[in-house]
């Protein structure tokens, strides 16, 4: 059989298994089942009705509303071909190389090239859906807006689908090249450096900006051109993000440029080339790449435990006393939150997302003092404030939903070796949210207090947001905990595809919602300062104020107690398990 022939075996075995398996959860939760359609409908509308107003005030600034309107698809684009590339690397990185999976598909009659391509598709497709649903809405309302024709939609839909193959097929290349020719070393020191060098090259910009901006002040001239240079990345004609935005501009203008045949003809033929080299690095370089892999693990493993023989004497002599943590909580909870914490830090996929998310929140945060000195009234201040807090909410509920909700389920076939241990698995379920709480909120306390130290709103208001982000950081944990137990994909070792089945998705709009409501809640308590323009610090003695208090407190707990209590509930039917 050929290449194509077997891969297409395996696509439809994939596809009816999707198709069992969507039946059966719609059969079996149709409160839900329709509870995810009409939040998916509402974010379709809600997100078209914002992108459309956003649009349209950008496009109603004088002199420069259409320059910005392109220039923001641009930036847009370029984000998007960053994070696919790094999403689908880190994807097939899990998929082929630390599943078991990919171990059966290598026993059957497959040639590793179908292996290796049918890999690649189905991280491509696991990364590139989230994607194309934020860009639906956002391009339907830029389409309007310009009045295109009807053409215009199925020329955008193919020239995206080109995109999201090439910027997919570049992850999986980088991956295969990296691991196949690097060692962990070289790779580690290779992202050290491009770390220290975006670093450096972001605290040489923003030091270069606030010295222009002291010798020659903030006007709204400088400011656009700031605006532009600093987005110039954006418009590279080497980038295939450039290519599918500058594309999607020019159709959208009444008189076509060059752009219109050039651009949409280079994403073709590098997409077609990026699948030729996909097809010649699964036939040469994949196997290699994958015993490599394990050979540098078993190595590693070796040599950890190289002159190691655990003996009782050298046990005791290495832990004569115990540690801080087991006098706090008892050397069973402190084995195991040692086994989360060395297990998160042992896979690069997870701490290189987490460090890089929290890493570009406190950039951020740190560029807010330049706005300090640009405001002048509270109700702005206080607006970036409220803004920053959001942003900071929706990383947060990002992170927990991606990380924190797989977590009961990657315990997979495993999970009766906890079961046996001298915890009952409500317990370890009570330990994964009080550890993952503490070390996401803490992270975000920090960032909320470099915020409202730049800012300089006073230690009453950052002592406000912080225990605000704290109090979500609580709230969005025991959710994802709660639901992860709920939910559990036991089978299933990718924590990517356990985050895209109906449990993570449902984590995600119940987070979603959860901050919502608290958000607003929160700004009904500080509605003096946007109604008022001043700043009252006695704002906590009002009755009114004190029952949005109580009600800040009593969501938080309905929505971290109330999920932890239905597992509870549903882990007595498996503590049966340790009895057998």
């Given at each position: 059989m050929?290449?194509?022939?077997?891969?297409?075996?395996?696509?439809?075995?994939?596809?009816?298994?999707?198709g069992?398996k969507?039946?059966?959860?719609?059969?079996?939760?149709?409160?839900?089942?329709?509870?995810i359609?009409?939040?998916?409908?509402?974010?379709?509308?809600?997100?078209?009705?914002?992108?459309?107003?956003?649009?349209?005030?950008?496009?109603?600034?004088p002199?420069?509303?259409?320059l910005?309107?392109?220039?923001?698809?641009?930036?847009?684009?370029?984000c998007?071909?960053?994070?696919?590339?790094?999403?689908?690397?880190?994807?097939?990185?899990?998929?082929?190389?630390?599943?078991?999976?990919?171990?059966?598909?290598?026993?059957?009659?497959?040639?590793?090239?179908?292996?290796?391509?049918?890999k690649?598709?189905?991280?491509?497709a696991?990364?590139?859906?989230?994607?194309?649903?934020?860009?639906?809405p956002?391009?339907?309302?830029?389409?309007?807006?310009?009045?295109?024709?009807?053409?215009?939609?199925?020329?955008?839909?193919?020239?995206?689908?080109?995109?999201?193959?090439?910027?997919?097929?570049?992850?999986a290349?980088?991956?295969?090249?990296?691991?196949?020719?690097?060692?962990?070393?070289?790779?580690?020191i290779?992202?050290?450096?491009?770390?220290?060098?975006?670093?450096?090259?972001?605290?040489?910009?923003?030091?270069?900006?606030?010295?222009?901006?002291?010798?020659?002040?903030?006007?709204?001239?400088?400011?656009?051109?700031?605006?532009?240079?600093?987005?110039?990345?954006?418009?590279?004609?080497?980038?295939p993000?450039?290519?599918?935005?500058?594309?999607?501009?020019?159709?959208?203008?009444?008189?076509?440029?060059?752009a219109s045949?050039?651009?949409?003809?280079l994403?073709?033929?590098?997409?077609?080339?990026?699948?030729?080299?996909?097809?010649?690095?699964?036939?040469?370089?994949?196997?290699?790449?994958?015993?490599r892999s394990?050979?540098?693990?078993?190595?590693?493993?070796?040599?950890r435990?190289?002159?190691?023989?655990?003996?009782?004497?050298?046990?005791?002599?290495?832990?004569?006393?115990?540690?801080?943590l087991?006098?706090?909580?008892?050397?069973?909870?402190?084995?195991?939150?040692?086994?989360?914490?060395?297990?998160?830090?042992r896979?690069?996929?997870?701490?290189?997302?987490?460090?890089?998310?929290?890493?570009?929140?406190?950039?951020?945060?740190?560029?807010?003092?330049q706005m300090?000195?640009?405001?002048e009234?509270?109700?702005?201040?206080?607006?970036?404030?409220?803004?920053?807090?959001?942003?900071?909410?929706?990383?947060?509920?990002?992170?927990?939903?991606?990380?924190?909700?797989?977590?009961?389920?990657?315990e997979?076939?495993?999970?009766?070796?906890?079961?046996?241990?001298?915890?009952?698995?409500?317990?370890?379920?009570?330990?994964?949210?009080?550890?993952?709480?503490?070390?996401?909120?803490?992270?975000?306390?920090?960032?909320?207090?470099?915020?409202?130290?730049n800012?300089?709103?006073g230690?009453?208001?950052?002592?406000?947001?912080?225990?605000?982000?704290?109090?979500?950081?609580?709230g969005?944990?025991?959710?994802?905990?709660?639901?992860?137990?709920?939910?559990?994909?036991?089978?299933?070792?990718?924590?990517?595809?356990?985050v895209?089945?109906?449990?993570?998705?449902?984590?995600?709009?119940?987070?979603?919602?959860?901050?919502?409501i608290?958000?607003?809640?929160?700004?009904?308590?500080?509605?003096?300062?946007?109604?008022?323009?001043?700043?009252?610090?006695e704002w906590?003695?009002?009755?009114?104020?004190?029952?949005?208090?109580l009600?800040?407190?009593?969501?938080?707990?309905?929505?971290?107690?109330?999920?932890?209590?239905?597992?509870?509930?549903k882990?007595?039917?498996?503590?049966?398990?340790?009895?057998?």
């Open positions: 050929s290449t194509w022939s077997q891969w297409l075996i395996l696509f439809r075995i994939h596809i009816r298994m999707l069992v969507t039946v059966v959860a719609a059969r079996r939760s149709k409160l839900m089942t329709a509870t359609a009409c939040f998916l409908v509402g974010y379709m509308v809600a997100s078209y009705w914002l992108f459309r107003e956003g649009l349209q005030y950008v496009a109603a600034l002199a420069a509303g259409a910005l309107s392109d220039r923001l698809i641009h930036v847009m684009f370029f998007f071909l960053v994070m696919l590339v790094f999403s689908v690397a880190v994807t097939t990185y899990i998929s082929l190389y630390r599943n078991r999976d990919t171990r059966w598909l290598l026993s059957l009659p497959l040639s590793h090239r179908t292996i290796f391509l049918w690649c598709f189905e991280s491509a696991f990364s590139s859906w989230g994607l194309a649903f934020i860009l639906a956002l391009l339907l309302a830029f389409a309007r807006m310009r009045e295109v024709p009807p053409g215009f939609f199925l020329k955008t839909t193919l020239v995206l689908i080109v995109f999201l193959s090439l910027a997919s097929a570049l992850g290349l980088l991956l295969v090249t990296a691991v196949r020719w690097l060692n962990r070393r070289q790779i580690v290779g992202l050290g450096v491009l770390a220290v060098f975006l670093i450096a090259s972001a605290v040489r910009t923003g030091l270069q900006d606030r010295e222009i901006v002291q010798e020659t002040g903030l006007s709204a001239a400088l400011t656009f051109q700031r605006v532009l240079h600093h987005t110039g990345i954006t418009v590279n004609r080497a980038l993000g450039t290519w599918v935005a500058a594309s999607i501009v020019d159709w959208t203008r009444p008189h076509r440029s060059y045949a050039l651009y949409p003809t994403l073709v033929s590098h997409g077609l080339m990026a699948v030729l080299l996909l097809y010649f690095a699964g036939g040469r370089w994949f196997y290699s790449s994958w015993n394990f050979q540098h693990s078993a190595a590693s493993a070796l040599k435990d190289r002159g190691k023989v655990p003996t009782a004497a050298s046990v005791l002599a290495r832990y004569p006393n115990p540690s801080f087991a006098h706090l909580v008892g050397r069973p909870l402190a084995a195991i939150s040692r086994k989360d914490f060395l297990t998160f830090f896979e690069p996929a997870q701490w290189v997302q987490f460090s890089l998310v929290f890493g570009l929140l406190a950039i951020y945060s740190s560029g807010l003092r300090n000195g640009e405001m009234q509270p109700r702005d201040l206080y607006l970036v404030a409220f803004l920053n807090l959001a942003v900071c909410a929706l990383a947060l509920s990002t992170l927990t939903t991606r990380f924190v909700f797989p977590q009961f389920s990657l997979g076939r495993r999970l009766w070796i906890l079961a046996m241990s001298p915890l009952q698995l409500p317990s370890i379920v009570m330990q994964k949210f009080v550890t993952s709480t503490l070390g996401s909120g803490v992270l975000v306390i920090a960032i909320l207090c470099i915020s409202g130290y800012l300089r709103i230690l009453a208001d950052s002592v406000f947001f912080a225990s605000a982000v704290a109090c979500l950081a609580i969005l944990n025991g959710l994802a905990v709660g639901l992860g137990v709920l939910f559990p994909n036991l089978q299933e070792s990718n924590a990517a595809k356990i895209s089945g109906f449990g993570g998705t449902l984590c995600l709009v119940g987070s979603f919602i959860y901050i919502l608290f958000l607003l809640l929160l700004a009904y308590l500080r509605w003096d300062i946007f109604q008022s323009n001043t700043v009252d610090p906590y003695r009002s009755p009114s104020r004190q029952w949005g208090l009600a800040l407190l009593f969501l938080t707990f309905a929505v971290s107690a109330g999920p932890l209590f239905f597992s509870r509930k882990l007595k039917r498996l503590e049966i398990l340790r009895d057998l």
